[in-house]
């Protein structure tokens, strides 16, 4: 049962990051317009890197 | 945007009014809106951005294709109509967005918020359910005291920040002497807590943390859907602004100086531009010209106008420039009386209580009393204050209304998710439900069935030599008749007829000279005709002293013919009112196939003629779009306005259609039903699963692992049940 003492700290670990991580799509707006998103992919004018603003 | 939305409906009425205050800010860059009804795909997507990104003012566009709309960064001289324009020659249809309105940080930060507590709440209970899960296959002792120990240091912060939103709402209907749903929530949650730390204090064998945590969830996500159906519909139909801009042009010393609608005074003298509204009641003292009635009174016909005639707030300049002199601004236009008329009407709305409400109304007293009930029957049967307290928060975790906050929101997002697919805004929350009960629909006749624009009726009639006169001599103006004539002879091929001298006398028509012979096309009686018929007619002199009438007629709006079949089909009464003239009312009604139709209405027997047939005990629904029928809009059981309808009668409708064809009313109307049907069903199907629950828990047969179970099959055949309504778009 010793095993549970890092375990279940690495289970809520990793689980955190999960969250940190939608916490963090959810502040860049990566939920503003799902069905585009799923749309763009299927054209053909793509870019190679982030748009300098 | 509120993060994660597809697509959306309802608003509250209150947060739809007085747009015409909004006097827009001077932005650096001018970032534009545009809505775009008609995008479905990539292509689209491809095409609107390449179309804008051409045009030299355009610094950025970028689609929404879930809210169907482009923004636009563009130099700060850029118009939204500018830019509609380049919509619409790419073959879009398009319809400016009021960019003030863009700040909807307000309806962000709301959404967001919630999405951010349903995410904690969504982690925390997804681990404390791995940690339950062991205890419920039997680990015993110190193991399950640890466990326990570890949820409750797991629960407590998570849900002190994501409950936040219950305790809130309950304490602010405790402190006003009410009960809502957030009152057995709050005290679940919180009886939840107390007797798990107690239980795990001593060691016991139940603790409720998981339970605690997957409600929250539940319910979060049903306000959050909630949230986000009604932002989405509150920013789109606010930001559907009208296509002017409340501002006048106030002449001083001979100069037209650009003010806001608010400060002008009596006696001020406006010019008033062909194709601008007239802001203020007045007369004319400068000028002659045509003025379009339509949106006030619904007359399809033009009425010419000149120095010394009244003009009032509302009417449509079309042809020469006017210069008026103000007799009455701001409140005491007759714009605004009408407005005034929605006002009184929209309090009779607000007497419907949606089917959520009367729920929760049957619902959180129940509630308390059955727990109430458990408490002290088991304290005067076993004494034990510990058994007790555990078996009331046993009842109240398991009726708590996972399933009935989930039923109503999730139906909405599914049925009003599926109406925007088909161009359809729902504005107000309960509309879907109302809209389930109309029996009977009231239509306006012009700009809602006919599209307010006229084409020409006997082009057939003209001979070569007439067809290309008549083409030439309309090229000069922008009436609209002189515009159905050039889109026919478009149409037909026609070739313009070589043209000398094209003058437009504003408010009669055009001449000029063909071949040294003098032609003329304009109003029959300045031609010096009189005509009989009371249609919408123009003469054409070709100066052979031979005088043709060119005749129109209103052009019914696509779908509207399908759409009164479809609706006659469904059992319902269609009935047809206008304040147009008894004629091209009788005509339309016959055209449409409806039976029943008044003509000559003023705005108030509109209003009353809605009112009776309420009074009668039917549910009516109102389809209108100008604003002699913002008051009946407002007094209908539920109403629909087209997105090209004026502010006002966008402002009092439920439901804004956003595209040319009326068809998508009738679906809106099947989906209302099915809507409704589905919410019924997840009432019963929740009922259900207390109905079994509740004697467990009661008799404290309930273990955390069957409030768990319940919990979470009760909330997910809710939204199962709720997605069968959204279908292929």
């Given amino acids: ?53 | 945007m509120t993060a994660l939305s597809t697509n959306g409906p309802a608003a509250c009425p209150g947060c739809l009014a007085a747009p015409a205050d909004r006097v827009d800010v001077p932005l650096p860059d001018a970032q534009l809106a545009l809505s775009l009804p008609t995008i479905h795909c990539q292509a689209c997507i491809a095409t609107v951005e390449k179309a804008l990104m051409a045009h030299p003012q355009v610094r950025a566009a970028r689609v929404n294709l879930t809210r169907k709309r482009v923004m636009i960064d563009a130099d700060p001289d850029a118009t939204a109509q500018g830019m509609a324009k380049v919509m619409m020659d790419a073959g879009f249809e398009a319809h400016e967005l009021d960019p003030a309105a863009l700040n909807q940080t307000q309806t962000d930060a709301a959404g967001r918020d919630l999405l951010m507590r349903l995410a904690v709440a969504g982690f925390a209970a997804m681990n404390v359910m791995l940690l339950s899960v062991a205890v419920w296959s039997g680990a015993t002792d110190a193991t399950r005291d640890m466990f326990h120990w570890i949820s409750a240091a797991i629960t407590l912060p998570a849900l002190a920040f994501s409950a936040q939103p219950f305790f809130r709402n309950a304490w602010s209907a405790l402190r006003a002497k009410r009960l809502n749903m957030d009152v057995p929530i709050t005290l679940a949650i919180v009886l939840a807590v107390a007797t798990s730390l107690w239980e795990t204090g001593l060691s016991g064998k139940h603790a409720y943390f998981d339970a605690a945590l997957a409600l929250t969830f539940f319910l979060l996500a049903g306000r959050w859907l909630d949230a986000r159906a009604r932002s989405a519909a509150r920013s789109a139909a606010e930001e559907l602004t009208a296509l002017e801009v409340p501002r006048a042009l106030r002449l001083s010393g001979g100069e037209a100086q650009e003010i806001s609608i608010s400060a002008l005074r009596v006696g001020d003298q406006v010019l008033v531009r062909p194709g601008a509204r007239a802001p203020i009641d007045g007369r004319i003292v400068e000028g002659a010209s045509e003025v379009d009635r339509s949106a006030l009174t619904g007359e399809t016909m033009p009425v010419f106008r000149q120095t010394g005639d009244a003009m009032s707030a509302g009417e449509v300049n079309l042809t020469g420039p006017l210069t008026m002199e103000a007799t009455a601004v701001g409140t005491d236009t007759s714009l605004h009386q009408l407005a005034a008329l929605v006002a009184v009407a929209e309090s009779g709305r607000s007497r419907y209580t949606s089917l959520a409400d009367r729920a929760a109304k049957l619902y959180a007293p129940g509630v308390h009393i059955l727990s109430a009930l458990a408490f002290l029957g088991w304290l005067i049967w076993s004494g034990d204050m510990r058994v007790s307290l555990n078996i009331a928060a046993a009842v109240l975790i398991i009726t708590c209304p996972c399933a009935l906050g989930l039923a109503v929101p999730a139906v909405t997002t599914a049925a009003s998710g599926r109406l925007f697919g088909k161009g359809l805004l729902i504005k107000n929350a309960t509309a879907l439900e109302r809209l389930a009960q109309v029996d009977t629909v009231v239509f306006d006749k012009t700009g809602t069935v006919t599209l307010g624009t006229p084409k020409v009726t006997n082009w057939d009639t003209l001979n070569e030599n007439e067809k290309s006169v008549a083409f030439a001599l309309a090229h000069g103006s922008a009436h609209p008749l002189a515009q159905a004539i050039v889109a026919k002879a478009e149409e037909t091929g026609v070739v313009p007829a070589p043209l000398d001298g094209l003058r437009e006398r504003p408010g009669f028509g055009t001449t000029g000279t063909v071949s040294e012979a003098l032609v003329k096309l304009g109003r029959p009686e300045w031609i010096g005709l009189e005509t009989g018929s009371k249609g919408l007619c123009s003469a054409l002199d070709c100066g052979g002293g031979d005088i043709k009438i060119i005749t129109f007629e209103d052009r019914i709006r696509p779908g509207a013919e399908t759409l009164v079949s479809d609706l006659r089909r469904q059992g319902l009464d269609v009935i047809l009112l206008s304040g147009d003239r008894e004629m091209p009312v009788a005509h339309t009604a016959s055209q449409l196939g409806i039976g029943t139709h008044v003509s000559d209405m003023l705005p108030a027997d509109k209003v009353g003629y809605v009112e009776a047939l309420l009074n009668d005990g039917r549910h009516v629904l109102m389809v209108g779009d100008g604003l002699n029928d913002t008051g009946a809009l407002a007094a209908a059981h539920v109403s629909i306005s087209p997105a090209q309808a004026l502010d006002a009668a966008r402002a009092a409708s439920d439901i804004v259609l956003l595209g040319h064809d009326l068809g998508p009313v009738a679906d809106a109307l099947t989906t209302a039903r099915l809507a409704t049907k589905r919410i019924s069903e997840n009432f019963r199907i929740a009922t259900i699963y207390n109905i079994v629950a509740v004697p467990l828990a009661v008799a404290g047969m309930a273990t955390p692992l069957i409030a768990a179970l319940a919990m979470s099959t009760s909330s997910l055949t809710v939204s199962l049940n709720a997605l069968r309504i959204g279908g292929r778009k």
């Fill in chain 1, 1 to 53: 049962m010793n095993v549970l003492t890092y375990l279940i700290p690495v289970s809520l670990l990793l689980g955190g990051l999960g969250l940190v991580g939608f916490l963090y799509t959810l502040r860049s707006r990566q939920y503003d317009d799902p069905e585009g998103d799923a749309r763009r992919i299927l054209s053909d004018e793509w870019d190679d890197k982030p748009r300098s603003d």
